[in-house]
Protein backbone atom coordinates (compact mmCIF):
# COMPACT_ATOMS: atom_id res chain seq x y z
CA UNK A 1 0.00 0.00 0.00
CA UNK A 2 1.33 3.70 -0.60
CA UNK A 3 0.93 6.09 1.90
CA UNK A 4 0.55 9.80 1.29
CA UNK A 5 1.15 12.07 4.01
CA UNK A 6 0.29 15.76 3.31
CA UNK A 7 -1.65 18.69 2.43
CA UNK A 8 -5.28 18.59 2.10
CA UNK A 9 -6.76 22.51 0.59
CA UNK A 10 -9.86 23.47 -1.06
CA UNK A 11 -8.43 25.69 -4.26
CA UNK A 12 -10.44 28.61 -5.18
CA UNK A 13 -9.87 29.48 -8.79
CA UNK A 14 -10.11 32.52 -10.69
CA UNK A 15 -9.69 32.74 -14.67
CA UNK A 16 -7.94 35.76 -15.88
CA UNK A 17 -6.47 37.15 -19.16
CA UNK A 18 -3.33 36.73 -17.19
CA UNK A 19 -1.70 36.52 -13.69
CA UNK A 20 -1.67 39.84 -11.82
CA UNK A 21 1.53 41.65 -11.44
CA UNK A 22 2.53 43.06 -8.03
CA UNK A 23 -0.15 46.06 -7.70
CA UNK A 24 -2.02 45.25 -10.94
CA UNK A 25 -6.06 44.78 -10.52
CA UNK A 26 -7.44 41.95 -13.33
CA UNK A 27 -10.87 41.89 -13.92
CA UNK A 28 -10.83 37.54 -14.39
CA UNK A 29 -13.78 35.20 -16.05
CA UNK A 30 -15.52 32.91 -13.65
CA UNK A 31 -14.94 31.76 -10.21
CA UNK A 32 -14.87 27.75 -8.80
CA UNK A 33 -13.98 25.65 -6.06
CA UNK A 34 -11.65 22.59 -6.47
CA UNK A 35 -10.26 19.81 -4.43
CA UNK A 36 -6.66 20.36 -3.98
CA UNK A 37 -3.59 20.40 -1.69
CA UNK A 38 -0.48 19.25 -3.14
CA UNK A 39 -0.74 15.83 -0.80
CA UNK A 40 -4.20 15.35 -1.75
CA UNK A 41 -3.51 15.27 -5.37
CA UNK A 42 -0.61 13.02 -5.15
CA UNK A 43 -2.76 10.76 -3.39
CA UNK A 44 -5.86 10.54 -6.25
CA UNK A 45 -3.24 10.58 -8.65
CA UNK A 46 -1.99 6.79 -7.02
CA UNK A 47 -4.94 5.78 -6.48
CA UNK A 48 -6.52 6.84 -10.27
CA UNK A 49 -3.36 5.14 -11.46
CA UNK A 50 -4.35 1.97 -10.16
CA UNK A 51 -2.31 -1.37 -9.45
CA UNK A 52 -1.57 -0.37 -5.61
CA UNK A 53 -4.50 0.79 -2.78
CA UNK A 54 -3.59 4.10 -1.42
CA UNK A 55 -4.06 5.84 2.33
CA UNK A 56 -3.69 9.39 2.94
CA UNK A 57 -2.29 10.94 6.33
CA UNK A 58 -3.64 14.49 6.49
CA UNK A 59 -5.60 17.78 8.61
CA UNK A 60 -8.80 19.33 7.99
CA UNK A 61 -10.32 21.85 10.06
CA UNK A 62 -13.69 21.23 11.72
CA UNK A 63 -15.11 22.92 8.96
CA UNK A 64 -17.46 23.29 5.97
CA UNK A 65 -14.37 23.33 3.49
CA UNK A 66 -12.87 20.08 4.60
CA UNK A 67 -15.86 18.19 3.48
CA UNK A 68 -15.21 18.29 -0.86
CA UNK A 69 -12.02 17.62 0.34
CA UNK A 70 -12.84 14.28 1.70
CA UNK A 71 -15.52 13.61 -0.60
CA UNK A 72 -12.72 14.07 -3.59
CA UNK A 73 -10.20 11.69 -1.67
CA UNK A 74 -13.04 9.23 -0.48
CA UNK A 75 -14.49 9.09 -4.28
CA UNK A 76 -10.98 8.24 -5.68
CA UNK A 77 -11.03 4.74 -3.42
CA UNK A 78 -8.52 6.68 -1.15
CA UNK A 79 -8.39 5.52 2.42
CA UNK A 80 -7.62 8.30 4.93
CA UNK A 81 -6.36 9.03 8.44
CA UNK A 82 -7.33 12.54 9.78
CA UNK A 83 -5.99 14.21 11.88
CA UNK A 84 -9.22 16.91 12.90
CA UNK A 85 -8.14 20.57 14.01
CA UNK A 86 -10.92 22.32 16.04
CA UNK A 87 -8.63 25.21 16.59
CA UNK A 88 -7.46 25.91 12.24
CA UNK A 89 -9.37 26.31 9.55
CA UNK A 90 -9.13 23.47 6.26
CA UNK A 91 -5.93 24.45 4.31
CA UNK A 92 -6.92 26.66 1.46
CA UNK A 93 -5.21 27.89 -2.13
CA UNK A 94 -5.98 31.18 -4.15
CA UNK A 95 -5.03 30.36 -7.70
CA UNK A 96 -4.87 32.31 -10.93
CA UNK A 97 -5.50 30.30 -14.07
CA UNK A 98 -4.50 32.34 -17.42
CA UNK A 99 -5.64 32.07 -20.23
CA UNK A 100 -2.93 30.60 -21.38
CA UNK A 101 -2.99 27.44 -18.68
CA UNK A 102 -0.80 29.08 -16.29
CA UNK A 103 -1.21 29.51 -12.99
CA UNK A 104 -0.11 31.34 -9.63
CA UNK A 105 -0.62 30.01 -6.36
CA UNK A 106 -0.94 31.27 -2.47
CA UNK A 107 -1.58 28.68 -0.12
CA UNK A 108 -3.05 28.95 3.26
CA UNK A 109 -1.90 25.87 5.13
CA UNK A 110 -4.13 26.25 8.45
CA UNK A 111 -4.79 23.28 9.67
CA UNK A 112 -1.91 21.17 7.23
CA UNK A 113 0.69 22.86 9.95
CA UNK A 114 -0.74 21.10 12.53
CA UNK A 115 0.48 17.68 11.05
CA UNK A 116 2.78 16.49 14.05
CA UNK A 117 5.76 13.30 13.74
CA UNK A 118 3.31 11.42 16.39
CA UNK A 119 0.57 11.73 14.04
CA UNK A 120 2.10 9.13 11.50
CA UNK A 121 -0.39 5.86 11.41
CA UNK A 122 1.44 2.59 12.11
CA UNK A 123 3.82 1.85 8.84
CA UNK A 124 2.85 -2.04 8.36
CA UNK A 125 1.40 -3.06 4.99
CA UNK A 126 3.20 0.31 3.83
CA UNK A 127 5.50 -0.28 0.73
CA UNK A 128 5.98 3.52 -0.06
CA UNK A 129 5.70 6.90 1.24
CA UNK A 130 4.97 9.99 -0.42
CA UNK A 131 4.98 13.79 0.51
CA UNK A 132 5.53 16.98 -0.23
CA UNK A 133 6.23 20.28 1.73
CA UNK A 134 3.39 22.17 2.66
CA UNK A 135 3.49 20.53 5.78
CA UNK A 136 5.88 21.27 9.04
CA UNK A 137 9.54 20.02 7.70
CA UNK A 138 10.11 18.47 10.90
CA UNK A 139 7.24 16.25 10.47
CA UNK A 140 8.40 15.29 6.90
CA UNK A 141 11.75 14.84 8.53
CA UNK A 142 10.68 12.42 11.11
CA UNK A 143 8.39 10.25 8.61
CA UNK A 144 11.10 10.00 6.46
CA UNK A 145 13.47 8.96 9.28
CA UNK A 146 11.12 6.44 11.00
CA UNK A 147 9.82 4.90 7.03
CA UNK A 148 13.50 4.67 6.49
CA UNK A 149 13.74 2.37 9.40
CA UNK A 150 10.87 0.57 8.72
CA UNK A 151 12.06 -0.10 5.54
CA UNK A 152 9.63 1.41 3.25
CA UNK A 153 10.24 3.32 0.34
CA UNK A 154 10.74 7.02 0.92
CA UNK A 155 9.50 9.19 -2.06
CA UNK A 156 9.76 13.15 -1.62
CA UNK A 157 8.53 16.01 -3.75
CA UNK A 158 10.43 18.92 -2.78
CA UNK A 159 7.26 21.55 -3.88
CA UNK A 160 7.36 24.48 -2.54
CA UNK A 161 11.04 24.17 -2.56
CA UNK A 162 12.93 24.68 0.31
CA UNK A 163 16.67 24.47 1.63
CA UNK A 164 16.35 20.75 2.74
CA UNK A 165 18.42 19.06 6.05
CA UNK A 166 21.09 16.69 5.01
CA UNK A 167 19.72 13.97 6.91
CA UNK A 168 16.48 14.10 4.86
CA UNK A 169 17.90 13.99 1.93
CA UNK A 170 19.83 10.80 3.43
CA UNK A 171 16.39 9.27 4.26
CA UNK A 172 15.08 9.41 0.72
CA UNK A 173 15.18 6.54 -1.94
CA UNK A 174 13.28 9.21 -4.78
CA UNK A 175 13.88 12.97 -4.88
CA UNK A 176 11.08 14.54 -7.67
CA UNK A 177 11.27 18.36 -8.57
CA UNK A 178 10.49 21.18 -11.29
CA UNK A 179 13.90 22.81 -12.99
CA UNK A 180 13.24 25.90 -10.30
CA UNK A 181 13.01 23.45 -7.17
CA UNK A 182 16.16 21.18 -8.39
CA UNK A 183 17.96 24.44 -8.30
CA UNK A 184 16.69 25.63 -4.50
CA UNK A 185 17.03 21.78 -2.97
CA UNK A 186 20.65 21.75 -5.09
CA UNK A 187 21.57 25.79 -3.97
CA UNK A 188 23.09 25.77 -7.69
CA UNK A 189 22.29 28.74 -10.55
CA UNK A 190 23.92 26.12 -13.26
CA UNK A 191 22.42 23.20 -15.40
CA UNK A 192 20.00 20.61 -14.62
CA UNK A 193 22.96 18.50 -14.62
CA UNK A 194 25.57 20.69 -12.68
CA UNK A 195 22.55 20.67 -9.81
CA UNK A 196 21.80 16.82 -9.91
CA UNK A 197 25.32 16.22 -9.58
CA UNK A 198 25.29 18.38 -6.50
CA UNK A 199 22.34 15.60 -4.86
CA UNK A 200 23.36 12.15 -3.66
CA UNK A 201 19.52 10.90 -3.52
CA UNK A 202 19.69 7.49 -5.14
CA UNK A 203 16.94 8.61 -7.36
CA UNK A 204 16.32 12.41 -8.71
CA UNK A 205 13.71 12.67 -11.14
CA UNK A 206 12.78 16.94 -12.50
CA UNK A 207 9.81 17.43 -14.43
CA UNK A 208 11.35 19.53 -16.79
CA UNK A 209 7.89 21.01 -18.53
CA UNK A 210 7.14 21.45 -22.38
CA UNK A 211 11.09 19.42 -22.14
CA UNK A 212 9.40 16.43 -20.30
CA UNK A 213 11.26 14.88 -17.77
CA UNK A 214 14.39 12.87 -16.86
CA UNK A 215 15.38 10.75 -14.23
CA UNK A 216 19.34 10.11 -12.80
CA UNK A 217 19.21 6.72 -11.19
CA UNK A 218 22.71 5.57 -9.29
CA UNK A 219 24.42 8.10 -12.11
CA UNK A 220 22.65 6.98 -15.10
CA UNK A 221 20.14 9.38 -16.89
CA UNK A 222 17.03 8.74 -18.45
CA UNK A 223 15.07 11.05 -20.81
CA UNK A 224 11.81 10.98 -21.54
CA UNK A 225 10.05 14.07 -24.31
CA UNK A 226 6.92 15.81 -23.21
CA UNK A 227 3.60 14.81 -25.04
CA UNK A 228 2.32 17.85 -27.21
CA UNK A 229 -0.83 19.63 -25.96
CA UNK A 230 -2.28 22.51 -25.92
CA UNK A 231 -2.82 23.31 -21.78
CA UNK A 232 -6.15 24.27 -20.46
CA UNK A 233 -4.68 24.66 -16.70
CA UNK A 234 -1.94 23.34 -15.55
CA UNK A 235 -3.00 23.44 -11.70
CA UNK A 236 -2.07 19.76 -10.56
CA UNK A 237 0.10 18.30 -13.34
CA UNK A 238 3.28 18.00 -11.15
CA UNK A 239 0.77 16.24 -8.76
CA UNK A 240 -0.28 13.95 -11.16
CA UNK A 241 3.33 12.95 -12.89
CA UNK A 242 4.14 12.81 -8.99
CA UNK A 243 1.32 10.22 -8.07
CA UNK A 244 1.60 8.00 -11.48
CA UNK A 245 5.44 8.08 -11.16
CA UNK A 246 4.82 6.05 -8.00
CA UNK A 247 2.30 4.24 -8.48
CA UNK A 248 4.19 2.76 -11.45
CA UNK A 249 7.09 1.75 -9.14
CA UNK A 250 5.31 0.25 -7.33
CA UNK A 251 3.68 -2.18 -9.23
CA UNK A 252 7.64 -3.03 -10.42
CA UNK A 253 7.60 -1.05 -13.62
CA UNK A 254 11.22 0.27 -14.74
CA UNK A 255 12.24 3.90 -14.97
CA UNK A 256 11.78 4.55 -18.48
CA UNK A 257 8.08 3.22 -18.57
CA UNK A 258 7.42 5.04 -15.35
CA UNK A 259 8.78 8.47 -16.51
CA UNK A 260 6.51 8.23 -19.87
CA UNK A 261 2.97 7.19 -18.09
CA UNK A 262 3.75 10.05 -15.44
CA UNK A 263 4.49 12.53 -18.42
CA UNK A 264 1.10 11.08 -20.46
CA UNK A 265 -1.14 11.29 -16.78
CA UNK A 266 0.11 15.19 -16.40
CA UNK A 267 0.09 16.05 -19.78
CA UNK A 268 -4.08 14.90 -19.16
CA UNK A 269 -4.35 16.93 -16.16
CA UNK A 270 -3.59 20.09 -18.38
CA UNK A 271 -6.53 19.66 -20.53
CA UNK A 272 -9.12 20.10 -17.63
CA UNK A 273 -9.77 22.71 -15.42
CA UNK A 274 -9.36 22.12 -11.87
CA UNK A 275 -6.25 19.97 -9.34
CA UNK A 276 -8.38 16.67 -8.77
CA UNK A 277 -11.23 17.14 -11.04
CA UNK A 278 -8.13 17.02 -13.84
CA UNK A 279 -6.47 13.99 -12.58
CA UNK A 280 -6.58 10.34 -15.59
CA UNK A 281 -7.75 7.37 -14.70
CA UNK A 282 -5.19 4.59 -15.47
CA UNK A 283 -7.75 3.40 -19.17
CA UNK A 284 -7.58 7.55 -19.96
CA UNK A 285 -3.77 7.36 -19.12
CA UNK A 286 -3.32 3.96 -21.67
CA UNK A 287 -5.70 5.16 -24.07
CA UNK A 288 -3.61 8.27 -24.34
CA UNK A 289 -0.35 6.48 -24.60
CA UNK A 290 -2.17 4.48 -27.28
CA UNK A 291 -2.86 7.28 -29.42
CA UNK A 292 0.31 8.97 -28.54
CA UNK A 293 3.20 5.80 -29.43
O1 LIG B 1 0.15 21.66 -7.00
C1 LIG B 1 -1.12 22.26 -7.08
C2 LIG B 1 -1.67 22.50 -5.70
O2 LIG B 1 -0.83 23.43 -5.04
C3 LIG B 1 -3.04 23.10 -5.64
O3 LIG B 1 -4.05 22.15 -5.66
C4 LIG B 1 -2.99 23.97 -4.39
O4 LIG B 1 -3.86 23.53 -3.40
C5 LIG B 1 -1.54 23.94 -3.94
O5 LIG B 1 -1.33 23.05 -2.91
Known amino acids: MILVAGSANLDFVVRAPHIPSPGETVMGHDFKTFPGGKGANQAVACARAGGVPTTMLLALGDDTFAQPLEASLAAAGV ?54 LETPLETVAAYADAARTSGVFVVLNAAPAQTLPAALLASLDVLIVNQGELAIV ?13 LQVPCVVVTLGSQGSCARVNGVV ?24 VACLAQGQDIATALKTANAAGALACLTAGAQSSIPTRSEVALFLSQHA
Open 222 to 245: TRQAAFNIQPVDTTGAGDTFVGSF
Open 79 to 132: SMHIKRCKDLPTGTAFICVSDGGENAIMVAPGANTALLPADLPPLQGISHLVMQ
Open 186 to 198: ADHGGSVDECLAR
